[in-house]
């Protein structure tokens, strides 16, 4: 995994990085991606157990309510 990860970073001249500075920058906007991600996913399982507990709801029934799509609730139960 560390060898795609830093090929996916790294320009592909002779396979290694031709500037440093490009690489810290792609690394730290990979990070920033993920941490908006973790985020959101946070802010939506806060969503969803408070409705729960407002509303009596599963959390099925509280996720069809936010409008979160089918696919993408099996990593939200997998977290409450």
Not at 10 to 30: F, H, I, Y
Request: proline content about 4%; charged content about 40%; some cysteine.
């Amino acid at each position: 995994m560390q060898d795609s990860f830093f090929s996916d970073l790294s320009a592909q001249e002779g396979g290694r990085p031709t500037d440093m500075c490009e690489v810290l920058d792609r690394v730290e906007n990979k990070g920033k991606e993920e941490g908006r991600i973790e985020g959101r996913l946070e802010g939506r399982l806060e969503g969803i157990r408070t409705l729960m507990k407002n509303f009596d709801l599963t959390a099925q029934q509280a996720m069809e309510m936010m409008e979160i799509p089918e696919e993408e609730r099996p990593k939200y139960e997998a977290r409450l």
